[in-house]
């Protein structure tokens, strides 16, 4: 049996998405910024598409400017913004300590080599970000807070509504990564005091190779991409018009079957998590206990014990693919920046799982894993002198 549980990693492109993008490989192929007939077709195709997107989020069409990536999004909104506000005089960035490396490398590039100040904040055991250390932490130096909207390791979701309308009353402009969070959730951008927004279209059954940043009206980050007049003169390079497309098939689709999607994932996700804290002795949940506030798909786990990269390997070996954390940094042997950040102990983060459920997950395939994992778990601790002296500081051995 094959069991993908990996989608937050990436998901597979929808056969709805696939069957409206593949006319705009061939005989709709014109330059949208051509001024001829024959591509006036895609030009109304990329509008079509983003109109599809902007009334996924309750935006204008003209707030909505698609990019290659939620990472080039990620990039252009900070690099963008600071790079503007350092000519006020502005040069401090807020984030936190468990964001997607699409942001914490560039708020290092930009500290490096930009000179720009970066406030990192702290997380609690569950992985939230307190409004209140928000608050506390804007100067009036201040020129961007960027949280992301839900956690891609372990799902905890950010009081988004709240910290945006802190960043609103002291006029900060707020940026959110919801790579994650568009893919799973209902975002109003309007009622969420959100002025920024990053998105990724392939983590929602479209295609890799196209994401999209929401912009409020009024807020204007200096071009990531110099070059033609693309996007309204913000995004220079010809668009990549069948993912432009199937982004918009996507987000279309994701909206008419949201709840659905959501009810079927967590009722999933929660079986899981029942079963694996019943079946493997001392294996501990990580991120939000409470199931709302958690992304409907997300299972973290810790096995005391055990090598996280060494369960992964035994479970491709049945059959099973999952993660470890995010799949931009699983060539790293460091233990996870955002379960550290949580107060793990590294033996604990670096025997981590997660598991990503979504379209392709059956009842089948959790109780295959429910009955694979308990098996692959119990044989590692027999070999590991670490579960032992576990076993021994609690006087069990």
């Given amino acids: 049996m094959f069991v993908y549980m990996d989608h937050t990693a990436t998901t597979p492109t929808s056969p709805e998405v696939l069957k409206a993008m593949m006319p705009y490989f061939g005989e709709n192929f014109g330059n949208p910024s051509s001024v001829y ?35 080039e999004a990620d990039n252009w909104a900070l690099k963008g913004t600071l790079d503007k506000a350092r000519l006020t005089g502005k040069n401090h960035l807020i984030t936190t300590q468990i964001e997607h490396h699409a942001i914490l490398h560039t708020a290092e590039y930009l500290h490096k080599f930009e000179g720009v100040d970066v406030t990192y904040l702290p ?15 804007i100067t009036d130096k201040t020129a961007l807070v960027s949280i992301m909207f839900a956690n891609n390791e372990v799902g905890t979701i950010q009081p988004i509504k709240e910290i945006g309308a802190i960043c609103r009353e002291r006029k900060i402009p707020f940026h959110t990564d919801a790579v994650q969070g568009a893919a799973h959730l209902d975002i109003d951008v309007k009622a ?22 929401f912009l409020r009206k009024g807020m204007r980050p200096e071009n990531f991409m110099h070059g033609g007049a693309q996007e309204h003169k913000h995004r220079a390079s010809t668009e ?6 199937g982004f918009g098939e996507a987000m279309e689709i994701l909206k008419t079957r949201l709840n659905e999607d959501k009810a ?10 029942a079963g694996i804290l ?13 199931g709302d506030k958690r992304l409907p798909n997300n299972i973290n786990f810790s096995f005391i014990g055990v090598e996280g990269e060494t369960l992964l390997l035994d479970l491709d070996a049945r059959g099973i693919s999952a993660s470890t954390g995010s ?17 793990l102990k590294h033996e604990m983060a670096h025997g981590s799982l997660r598991f990503t459920i979504g379209r392709l997950t059956t009842d089948e395939q959790i109780d295959y894993v429910l009955e694979v994992l308990p098996e692959i778990v ?17 006087g069990e051995n």
């Fill in 37 to 71: 007939s024959f591509s006036r077709k895609s030009r109304s195709a990329v509008e079509k598409a983003r109109t599809q997107v902007a009334q996924a989020l309750n935006a204008d069409s003209s707030e909505i400017f698609f990019t290659s990536s939620g990472t």
């Fill in 327 to 343: 799949a931009c940094s699983s060539e790293s042997l460091d233990p996870s920046h955002v379960l550290l950040a949580l107060g």
């Fill in 278 to 290: 019943d079946k493997i002795p001392d294996a501990k949940l990580n991120g939000a206990v409470c």
């Fill in 123 to 137: 997380v609690d055991s569950e992985g939230f970000v307190n409004p209140d250390d928000v608050k506390a932490a």
């Fill in 192 to 213: 969420m005091n959100i002025d920024m927004l990053s998105m990724s279209a392939h983590k929602m059954y479209g295609p890799k190779g196209v994401g999209a940043l």
């Fill in 264 to 273: 079927i994932n967590s009722a999933r996700r929660d079986k899981l998590i």
């Fill in 240 to 245: 990549n018009i069948a993912g432009i497309v």
């Fill in 378 to 394: 119990a044989r590692r601790r027999a070999m590991s002198p670490l579960w032992e002296d576990y076993l021994k500081s609690k």
